[in-house]
C-alpha cells in the first residue's frame, strides 16, 4: 500500500526555478530587493513585550502609558507582542489543532478538494529565481467564506473554530487599530468605514521541513500590504525581521501574539508607522505552524495620509493590490510602497 505524501512538490518546483535561473543584470533601482545590504542576523530578539490589559483598566495614568507603548514599537520597530489580549489559550490550542489536522490531508486531497472555497497554494508560482521562492504552504480564507458550510468536506470541525477565531481576531485588530489612528488625531469611525469582511482574511500557514539547502527561505522576505496584522506562531521560531539594517531572529513567546504594522498604515501614518521587511527561515528538520490575520479596507478605499503633503500619491487599496500582482508576475517580487510615493 503505497501512503500519499502530505507535503506539495516543493523540491520539485525549486529544482525546477533553480535549473532554469540565469544571472540577470538588475538595472532599475525599483527592481532591487530592499534586504540586499541587510547584514544577517546574529542572535534572538525580544520584541517590545505589551500588556493589554492596560487598555482595559480603571488608571487613566495606565491606559496612556500603554497606547504609548503601542504607538512607539509602531515607529519604532513596526513589530510588538501582546499578552492578556483577550483571546483565549483554549481556542488558540483549538486553531492549532484544527490546524495540523488539515494540514496532515495528503497532498491531493488539499490541492483537488475545493477545501476553503479552493484557497490552497504552495511554494512561490511567480517565483523567477531561487530566492523568490517559498517554502511552505497555507489556505488564504477570505473572512466572508469562514461561515460557508460547503468549504469544509470533511474538515467540518474546522468551521466552527474558524469563525470563533476570525471574530476574536478581527475584534482585537480594531482595538490596536483605534489606538494607532487616534494616535494620529484621527477617528476611528472614519477608519472602521474602510475596513471590509470581503478584503480580511485569514491564512493558515504550514511550514514543512527543508533538508536541501539552509539558505532556501519559508517565507521570502516582504512587507506585508494591509493595515496591521496579529501572527499566532508556535514554539519552532524562524520569523526574522530587519532592525537597524541587521536581520534578526524573534524569540517565540509562547504568552504573545506578534503584531506587526502594514504597508497601508506605514502610507496613512505619513511613515510614521513602519511596515518592516520580514521573513520566515526554512527549518532542516522540524515543521512550523502559524496562523496570521490580516486587517484590509475595501478595494476601493483611498489610503490618504492622515497629516498634508502626503509622501504618498493618492491610490486605492484595489490599485496596490493591482500593482503588486504585476511586479509580481514581471519582477517575481514585490516592489510595493515605493511605487506610490511622491
Same mark, same amino acid.
Given at each position: *500500500?503505497?501512503? /500519499?505524501?502530505?507535503?506539495?512538490? $516543493?523540491?520539485?518546483?525549486?529544482?525546477?526555478? $533553480?535549473?532554469?535561473?540565469?544571472?540577470?543584470?538588475?538595472?532599475?533601482?525599483?527592481?532591487?530587493?530592499?534586504?540586499?545590504?541587510?547584514?544577517?542576523?546574529?542572535?534572538?530578539?525580544?520584541?517590545?513585550?505589551?500588556?493589554?490589559?492596560?487598555? *482595559?483598566?480603571?488608571?487613566?495614568? /495606565?491606559?496612556?502609558?500603554?497606547?504609548?507603548?503601542?504607538?512607539? =514599537?509602531?515607529?519604532?520597530?513596526?513589530? !510588538?507582542?501582546?499578552?492578556?489580549? &483577550?483571546?483565549?489559550?483554549?481556542?488558540?490550542?483549538? *486553531?492549532?489543532?484544527?490546524?495540523?489536522?488539515? !494540514?496532515? =490531508?495528503?497532498?491531493?486531497?488539499?490541492?483537488?478538494? &475545493?477545501?476553503?472555497?479552493?484557497?490552497?497554494?504552495? %511554494?512561490?508560482?511567480?517565483?523567477?529565481?531561487? /530566492?523568490?521562492?517559498?517554502?511552505? +504552504?497555507?489556505?488564504?480564507?477570505? $473572512?466572508?467564506?469562514?461561515?460557508?458550510?460547503?468549504?469544509?468536506? +470533511?474538515?467540518?470541525?474546522?468551521?466552527?473554530?474558524?469563525? +470563533?477565531?476570525?471574530? =476574536? *481576531?478581527?475584534? $482585537? =485588530?480594531?482595538?490596536?487599530?483605534?489606538?494607532?489612528?487616534?494616535?494620529?488625531?484621527?477617528?476611528?469611525?472614519?477608519? /472602521?468605514?474602510?475596513?471590509?469582511?470581503?478584503?480580511?482574511?485569514?491564512?493558515?500557514? @504550514?511550514?514543512?521541513?527543508?533538508?536541501?539547502?539552509?539558505?532556501?527561505?519559508?517565507?521570502?522576505?516582504?512587507?506585508?500590504?494591509?493595515?496591521?496584522?496579529?501572527?499566532?506562531?508556535?514554539?519552532? %521560531?524562524?520569523?526574522?525581521?530587519?532592525?537597524?539594517? #541587521?536581520?534578526?531572529?524573534?524569540?517565540?513567546?509562547?504568552?504573545?501574539?506578534?503584531?506587526?504594522?502594514?504597508?497601508?498604515?506605514?502610507?496613512?501614518?505619513?511613515?510614521?508607522?513602519?511596515?518592516?521587511?520580514?521573513?520566515?527561515?526554512?527549518?532542516?528538520?522540524?515543521?512550523?505552524?502559524?496562523?496570521?490575520?490580516?486587517?484590509?479596507?475595501?478595494?476601493?478605499?483611498?489610503? %490618504?495620509?492622515?497629516?498634508?503633503?502626503?509622501?504618498?500619491?493618492?491610490?486605492?487599496?484595489?490599485?496596490?493590490?493591482? #500593482?503588486?500582482?504585476?511586479?509580481?508576475?514581471?519582477? &517575481?517580487?514585490?516592489? &510595493?510602497?515605493? @511605487?506610490?510615493? #511622491?
Amino acid at each position: *500500500m503505497v501512503i /500519499e505524501s502530505i507535503n506539495p512538490p $516543493l523540491s520539485h518546483d525549486y529544482n525546477k526555478i $533553480l535549473s532554469q535561473y540565469t544571472t540577470k543584470t538588475i538595472t532599475h533601482n525599483e527592481n532591487i530587493n530592499r534586504s540586499t545590504n541587510i547584514q544577517e542576523c546574529y542572535h534572538d530578539q525580544e520584541l517590545p513585550l505589551i500588556d493589554l490589559g492596560g487598555l *482595559m483598566c480603571d488608571n487613566e495614568v /495606565e491606559r496612556v502609558k500603554c497606547k504609548t507603548e503601542i504607538a512607539r =514599537a509602531s515607529s519604532e520597530w513596526g513589530f !510588538f507582542q501582546v499578552i492578556n489580549h &483577550g483571546i483565549s489559550i483554549k481556542l488558540l490550542d483549538k *486553531m492549532r489543532r484544527e490546524q495540523i489536522k488539515l !494540514f496532515n =490531508a495528503s497532498f491531493s486531497t488539499k490541492s483537488t478538494c &475545493g477545501l476553503l472555497n479552493n484557497s490552497y497554494r504552495w %511554494g512561490t508560482p511567480t517565483a523567477t529565481s531561487p /530566492e523568490n521562492f517559498s517554502w511552505s +504552504e497555507a489556505f488564504h480564507v477570505p $473572512l466572508t467564506m469562514i461561515p460557508d458550510q460547503d468549504c469544509y468536506g +470533511e474538515f467540518d470541525s474546522l468551521r466552527e473554530v474558524l469563525v +470563533e477565531y476570525a471574530a =476574536a *481576531m478581527q475584534k $482585537l =485588530a480594531k482595538l490596536l487599530a483605534e489606538v494607532l489612528v487616534k494616535n494620529l488625531g484621527g477617528k476611528m469611525e472614519e477608519f /472602521e468605514n474602510m475596513i471590509s469582511e470581503k478584503t480580511c482574511f485569514l491564512r493558515l500557514n @504550514r511550514y514543512p521541513s527543508c533538508p536541501l539547502s539552509p539558505k532556501i527561505t519559508g517565507l521570502v522576505p516582504h512587507t506585508d500590504s494591509d493595515f496591521l496584522t496579529i501572527l499566532h506562531q508556535d514554539q519552532v %521560531g524562524g520569523l526574522q525581521l530587519i532592525k537597524d539594517s #541587521k536581520w534578526v531572529a524573534v524569540k517565540p513567546n509562547k504568552d504573545a501574539l506578534i503584531v506587526n504594522i502594514g504597508d497601508l498604515f506605514q502610507a496613512w501614518s505619513n511613515d510614521l508607522y513602519k511596515s518592516v521587511e520580514h521573513k520566515v527561515v526554512a527549518n532542516p528538520e522540524v515543521e512550523r505552524f502559524s496562523v496570521a490575520y490580516f486587517l484590509c479596507p475595501s478595494y476601493d478605499s483611498f489610503i %490618504g495620509s492622515y497629516e498634508k503633503p502626503s509622501v504618498y500619491r493618492n491610490f486605492t487599496f484595489g490599485d496596490y493590490r493591482k #500593482k503588486i500582482q504585476e511586479d509580481a508576475k514581471l519582477l &517575481g517580487h514585490k516592489v &510595493g510602497l515605493s @511605487r506610490f510615493r #511622491k
